[in-house]
């Protein structure tokens, strides 16, 4: 069965600190995606980025990047200089080769505070 | 402007009425699914539709009822729920290019906030 943990629940930062969210996942395909969701207070989850398991290459988008390590099977989340803006629940997720069918962790609430 | 859109936002209802939600998506997707976010559980998925034929029941109760009509729009009707059914329901869509294909990025709506009393 598939299997993501983020284990951290909450994280509280001061706005321009770096701040990374951890995410471990578990399963037993060879091909499956990962995935990074924002919920901020309104409730719509925001798509951030979608990785294969082929591909492990570090992506970086603006201040946000992400590390992507099969061998600890991780999948974590960095932002650079975080804003008030960031503050928000963070989701990790994982699929099948079809995509159809997230597993979500736990999520991660993130506070930016001014 | 979000390619899903949910209505309504928010639903109070009582256990014995009849409620629906609706999603409809503007994003050319053939593909539609009902999640729930509750406060004890994370984020599950609830049901997939694929070409308007639902594929995925993931063993939901069948007070909550999922209706198709085609691929850009999505019902759940809500009948005799019980308190513990409140919850955010999140639709969401992707697009869908069939078995042992690789799948595409699913995009949700903003959700509707149930409270059942």
């Known amino acids: 069965a598939q299997k993501v943990t983020q284990a951290q629940t909450e994280i509280s930062v001061v706005e321009k600190e770096d701040v990374t969210l951890d995410c471990v996942y578990e399963t037993r395909d060879t091909t499956y995606y990962l995935f990074w969701y924002k919920q901020p207070p309104s409730g719509e989850l925001v798509f951030l980025i979608r990785?294969?398991?082929?591909?492990?290459q570090n992506e970086i988008s603006g201040r946000y990047s992400w590390n992507f390590q099969k061998s600890t099977s991780s999948f974590n989340f960095t932002i650079t200089a975080s804003q008030v803006v960031d503050s928000a629940v963070y989701f990790c997720?994982?699929?099948?080769?079809?995509?159809?069918?997230?597993?979500f962790g736990q999520g991660t609430r993130l506070t930016i505070n001014p | 402007e979000t390619g899903v859109t949910q209505t309504p936002r928010h639903l109070v209802m009582g256990m014995t009425n009849k409620k629906s939600l609706k999603c409809e998506q503007h994003l050319g997707h053939n593909a539609m699914y009902w999640y729930k976010q509750s406060a004890k559980k994370p984020l599950e998925l609830m049901f997939v539709?694929?070409?308007?034929?639902q594929t995925e029941n993931n063993s939901v109760p069948s007070r909550f009822s999922p209706e198709c009509p085609n691929s850009s729009h999505l019902f759940l009707h809500l009948h005799t729920l019980q308190p513990e059914d409140s919850a955010l329901y999140l639709c969401?869509?992707?697009?869908?290019w069939g078995q042992g294909f690789s799948g595409n990025t699913i995009y949700f709506g903003e959700g509707s906030w149930l409270t059942v009393v």
């Open positions: 539709y694929n070409f308007k034929e």
């Open positions: 997720a994982l699929s099948d080769q079809g995509a159809q069918k997230l597993v």
């Open positions: 990785r294969n398991s082929f591909d492990e």
């Open positions: 969401a869509s992707s697009q869908y």
